[in-house]
């Protein structure tokens, strides 16, 4: 029995779209072809969005899904998969859209509520799954419905609060839901609409005074009242311009009086309030002004001290006010005189505001402030740097002040540099110029003047000179002698600088571990010479030198490099020590050459003292005259008709054919009193006459 899957599909009826509430099958047909015909079981599976829906076994090549009444929830990706003896195909997915919602529940807990109180709203669709957006529609007469959304990821339905406000008489609610879909948002019907009766817990409040005729200085009585269901916590309050005049609690109405003024004219709100809930009503007063404001006068407002000023106060074409003119204060008004008129001689303490005040009927009205100067001279102004010394770096800022310890302010400062004007500085005291243009050559000095409103005019202070400062620049580290120094001697370090104002601080270091202080000096001089006795082995070293003034810039030289060696004498001395170490070195080891020389001779040679005997035969021998104290010989060394004869001759004649031996031989006069072993005897090296060696030759004659 053998059987393969042509392929797998999935369909629906009646089409991939759906009427929300209507019939849909969803149908799943497998292909197969068979080499005989045999049954075959079917294991039929179909999904919905990756989730398993239906599942079934059939002998039949196909499936039907059936959902009797369709809803948005069925909307989805749907795909089938067929399992058959071990072997396995599956469908391609279809997209299925179940169109429409079905219509929400709308429900409220309160069917009648009071202004002020809430209403709880439920909306419900049961029939559809999360996730949704709902919406909840407060409707009122005459306006625009209140919308609220509330989105829901994990339930099908929502619920609201509503606040009922002051005005909501009569309301509807209802709501709707989305849901969103492959193309986009789909809406569901309108609710039910729930009918809501609204209450008032008290009427909108009435506000009124006796006459709308009032005129300054009448007596004007307000009164704010209103009917309520509870008295419990209302409150009435009476206002003009947020500014609350008078207000009561548990009161059903409330007075406010006063005698009218023209700044009582405006509006004004009367206001109930209970819990939440507010109602107001407002009413316009207007005062009619029984007399203009008055004004004040002065002779003069700026003046010097001690001159005469005259103040005056009247009302245009009114007569019959009471006067009085005060003068302002941070403390209050200090009434200087009940009067319309008020003559005074004036000092610098009078400086302030004025201001005249009418009074008719109770009613009192002020004129505009006016503002008097009393002014004392400037005093002669002193100009000063700011650092206290009246000096500067070239190149820095100067700072100078201008201060005057009299006058009234404000004064007007004016710097001069030479006669030229820098800056004018209005202040109350004292101004500050700063000048950053210092330069080597500039002429004249500074100079300051001060003025005021006083009539006394300027004055001007004495010419300051200040002394521009020159900073060190390159400074520089020499000695006598430079670089190698003998011990004992002395040395001359010379310490320069380009340029820089005197007087200078001059200071020599030696670099060690640690910079080491050793002389310092200040000298009205751009170079110093600090003269060290005696240098020492120890003073070896790195030397620099430092230079500063006034500007307060440390200048450092390059350092030099000092050796101490040793005097011509000591070195002399040590090397005449070592000449006789070596001298007596060299002794030592020639006396033991010559008592080893001598050790090897002796098997050979037969030495005593009757050899010596005059009559011994014996041959001279002689080398070129060039060579005057050496001599040549096998066995015989001749001196004063002294001879030594050598055992070589008991050596019989075949010695007469040896081969000639070339040695250098240094001979001395021998002395008759010493024994030969102690004749000393030297082996140079060979001479070099240009470049051929010359030896002496040595030979043995027989006489």
């Not at 407002?301 to 941070?330: M, P, Q, W, Y």
């Not at 000096?391 to 100067?398: A, F, I, Y």
């Not at 030397?543 to 005097?567: E, Q």
């Not at 002796?602 to 005259?625: D, I």
Request: hydrophobic share 35%; proline share 5%; aromatic share 8%.
């Amino acid at each position: 029995q053998v059987f393969t899957f042509n392929k797998v599909e999935i369909g629906v009826q009646p089409s991939v779209k759906v009427k929300n509430g209507a019939p849909m099958s969803v149908i799943c047909h497998a292909d197969i072809s068979k080499n005989t015909d045999f049954q075959l079981k079917h294991n039929f599976t179909i999904f919905k969005n990756g989730k398993r829906v239906f599942m079934t076994i059939s002998d039949k090549e196909y499936a039907r899904y059936e959902i009797p009444v369709a809803r948005s929830s069925d909307t989805g990706d749907y795909e089938c998969t067929v399992n058959a003896d071990r072997k396995r195909s599956s469908s391609k997915p279809v997209y299925v859209w179940v169109a429409g919602m079905t219509k929400p529940i709308l429900t409220a807990d309160k069917k009648e509520v009071l202004e002020g109180e809430v209403v709880k709203l439920r909306c419900e669709l049961p029939e559809e799954v999360p996730p949704l957006e709902f919406f909840f529609r407060k409707i009122k007469t005459n306006s625009a419905p209140k919308e609220k959304r509330v989105p829901e990821q994990n339930q099908n339905f929502s619920e609201v609060e509503y606040y009922i406000e002051a005005g909501d008489n009569i309301l509807q609610f209802d709501c709707f839901a989305k849901r969103q879909v492959r193309s986009g948002w789909e809406s569901s019907q309108h609710s039910n609409k729930t009918l809501v009766t609204v209450k008032e817990p008290f009427i909108k409040p009435t506000l009124t005074v006796p006459s709308s005729n009032i005129t300054e200085g009448d007596q004007i009585e307000f009164e704010c009242s209103t009917v309520a269901a509870q008295m419990r916590d209302i409150e009435l309050i009476l206002q003009k311009n947020r500014k609350i005049l008078n207000s009561v609690r548990d009161k059903k109405f409330l007075k406010y009086s006063t005698v009218a003024t023209q700044e009582d004219s405006g509006e004004y709100l009367c206001k109930v309030e209970q819990g939440a809930v507010s109602k107001t009503t407002k009413l316009n007063v207007f005062v009619s002004e029984l007399f203009p404001k008055p004004s004040l006068f002065a002779s003069m407002t700026k003046l010097d001290e001690s001159k005469d000023l005259n103040l005056s106060c009247s009302i245009n074409g009114f007569r019959g006010a009471n006067f009085s003119i005060v003068r302002k204060s941070s403390t209050g008004d200090i009434l200087l005189k009940n009067s319309s008129v008020l003559p005074m001689k004036v000092n610098v303490n009078d400086t302030g505001s004025y201001t005249c005040k009418a009074e008719v009927k109770g009613i009192v009205k002020e004129s505009k402030p006016v503002r008097i100067n009393v002014y004392a001279p400037v005093s002669k102004p002193t100009l000063s740097v700011v650092s206290g010394s009246p000096e500067v770096v070239l190149g820095k800022p100067l700072q100078l002040i201008c201060h005057s310890v009299m006058g009234t302010p404000p004064i007007t400062f004016t710097f001069y540099k030479g006669d030229e004007v820098k800056k004018n500085v209005t202040n109350d005291t004292y101004a500050v110029f700063l000048d950053e243009d210092i330069g080597l050559n500039d002429k004249g000095g500074y100079k300051c003047d001060a003025r005021n409103n006083h009539s006394s005019g300027v004055k001007t202070s004495n010419i300051l000179n200040v002394t521009v400062i020159v900073p060190i620049r390159d400074a520089s580290l020499g000695s006598l002698p430079y670089g190698e120094v003998e011990v004992g001697s002395d040395t001359a370090f010379l310490c320069s600088v380009k340029e820089g104002s005197w007087p200078i601080d001059f200071k020599f270091f030696k670099k060690t571990d640690h910079e080491v202080l050793l002389h310092e000096v200040r000298v009205n001089s751009d170079k110093t010479i600090w003269h060290k006795k005696t240098m020492k082995r120890k003073d070896t070293g790195t030397y620099y030198c430092m230079a500063s003034n006034r500007a307060s810039v440390d200048v450092r030289s390059h350092p030099i490099t000092i050796s101490v060696i040793l005097a011509a004498w000591q070195k002399g001395v040590i090397a005449a020590f070592v000449l006789t170490a070596i001298a007596g070195a060299g002794a030592v080891a020639l006396w033991w050459f010559l008592c080893k020389k001598k050790k090897a001779k002796g098997p050979s040679m037969e030495m005593s003292g009757s050899a010596l005997a005059p009559n011994l035969t014996s041959e001279k021998v002689t080398r070129p005259t060039s060579d005057g104290n050496y001599y040549s010989g096998s066995g015989y060394i001749e001196d004063n008709e002294n001879h030594m004869k050598s055992t070589d001759e008991s050596k019989g004649p075949d010695l007469e054919s040896a081969e000639v031996d070339y040695t250098e031989v240094e001979v001395s006069t021998l002395d008759p009193h010493r024994e030969i072993d102690s004749v000393p005897i030297h082996f140079p090296a060979p001479e070099q006459k240009g470049t051929e060696t010359v030896y002496s030759e040595i030979r043995k004659t027989n006489n």
